[in-house]
């Protein structure tokens, strides 16, 4: 019988609970590996879980980071599902030397290259991946989805960020190709709170900004300018923050901005507005927001029967929970506090037709952003007396 290899990252919370703890888990760099090369590998178990793949970072990549920069974003998030009680967890690297030596690993060569776009090609046609992003598109805004993958209570799946932020980050690029080019979604971020349910990663915040920072090292030296980080996952947004100041201050002829998730501008609040049906709280995470546009782009993946709508976050004038989050306090107390469940906000109220509408204004805001970073970008060139396209 051959080896089932099933998406961790599908599952919700309560499904990663219940998986023995002495099944394989593989974390891909890249994609195309042989299942049953890597079924070989493991002793051919019954089943195995493979954990979202890291898409870029090491050497062959197409877009290279340090090693020992690429090796701690690795063994943090091995570490993440050791300390949960796996005891088969292992990254599965492309070559050696993909990685450090100390990490628990598997080498396998892809039978076949695989593009973001699905494309393939036989590996004997090429030993390396395709540039990222490609060469000659130096003059556009370099898009940079990063996702999550962490409970998202008990009807959404962990890929719940990394597939809105995905869709969003892609489809701007779609809409406004010669302003726009965009590279593969990062599936993991920051999540402090790790410890508190099943199925949550966290790189940890100085292996994440240090990561981020080395991937903007990598495109300014290929004459990349203009960058826009945007997250599926409100626990990158500080860390996020710190990576472009940093990046500005490193390399002041760029420009590289972020902001704080989507759907955050005036005419994003108001799209929110109009279709909402909750209350100020209803719309935090595995929310009404975050279930509308799951189900409008990955609807086998929601299970609507199973939310537990959780609006009784402790509120005070100058610190509440909702999607734009107010008050002059920022803090961080135990998630224990406020949701039993994983989520924050009303996941019941999640529909098709809301998540469609959400999703068309969300592209719309960010082509407006990349617009804004163009113009950033050539009129501060412009006073230095540069003339950019």
């Not at 943090?76 to 005891?87: K, Q, S, V």
């Not at 090429?126 to 990063?146: F, W, Y």
């Not at 734009?324 to 949701?339: C, S, V, Y």
Request: hydrophobic residues 40%; glycine residues 10%; contains cysteine.
């Amino acid at each position: 019988m051959s080896t089932r290899f099933f998406p961790f990252d599908e599952l919700t919370f309560p499904g990663v609970a219940a998986l023995p703890r002495d099944l394989p888990l593989l974390l891909p760099l890249g994609r195309g590996y042989d299942h049953t090369a890597l079924a070989d590998l493991l002793g051919n178990p019954l089943e195995a879980a493979l954990l979202p793949a890291l898409p870029f970072g090491w050497p062959g990549s197409g877009l290279e980071t340090p090693g020992p920069v690429f090796s701690a974003v690795v063994r943090n998030l091995l570490a993440n599902m050791t300390e949960d009680g796996f005891t088969r967890v292992y990254a599965l690297a492309p070559s050696e030397g993909a990685l450090e030596a100390d990490i628990p690993q598997f080498v396998l060569r892809p039978s076949l290259l695989l593009a973001e776009d699905s494309s393939a090609r036989p590996l004997a046609d090429a030993s390396r991946a395709r540039a990222i992003p490609a060469d000659g598109e130096q003059g556009k805004v370099v898009l940079v989805p990063v996702g999550h993958t962490e409970q998202h209570g008990h009807h959404s799946p962990l890929s719940t960020d990394t597939i809105i932020i995905k869709a969003i980050m892609e489809g701007t690029a779609a809409a406004a190709p010669n302003l726009a080019t965009c590279l593969p979604v990062f599936p993991y971020g920051v999540s402090t709170h790790r410890p508190y349910l099943d199925g949550t990663f966290n790189v940890g915040g100085r292996a994440f900004e240090d990561f981020w920072g080395a991937v903007i090292d990598t495109l300014v030296g290929r004459g990349f300018s203009r960058f826009y980080f945007n997250s599926g996952h409100g626990g990158n947004v500080s860390f996020l923050v710190t990576v472009v100041k940093y990046a500005g201050e490193r390399h002041p002829d760029i420009f590289a901005a972020t902001t704080g998730l989507y759907l955050n501008s005036p005419e994003g609040i108001k799209a929110l507005e109009e279709k909402r049906e909750s209350p100020i709280g209803g719309m935090g995470h595995a929310c009404e927001l975050e279930t509308s546009l799951v189900l409008a782009l990955r609807p086998e993946l929601i299970h609507l029967n199973r939310a537990v709508d959780e609006v009784n976050f402790i509120s005070t004038p100058s610190y509440y929970m909702d999607w734009i989050e107010g008050g002059a306090l920022i803090a961080n107390p135990p998630w224990d506090d406020d949701t039993k469940t994983g989520a924050y906000g009303a996941g019941s109220l999640g529909t098709v037709e809301k998540g469609e509408y959400w999703l068309r204004v969300a592209i719309a805001e960010k082509v407006g952003h990349c617009r804004e970073i163009h113009e950033q970008y050539q009129r501060r060139r412009a006073a230095h007396g540069q003339v950019v396209a």
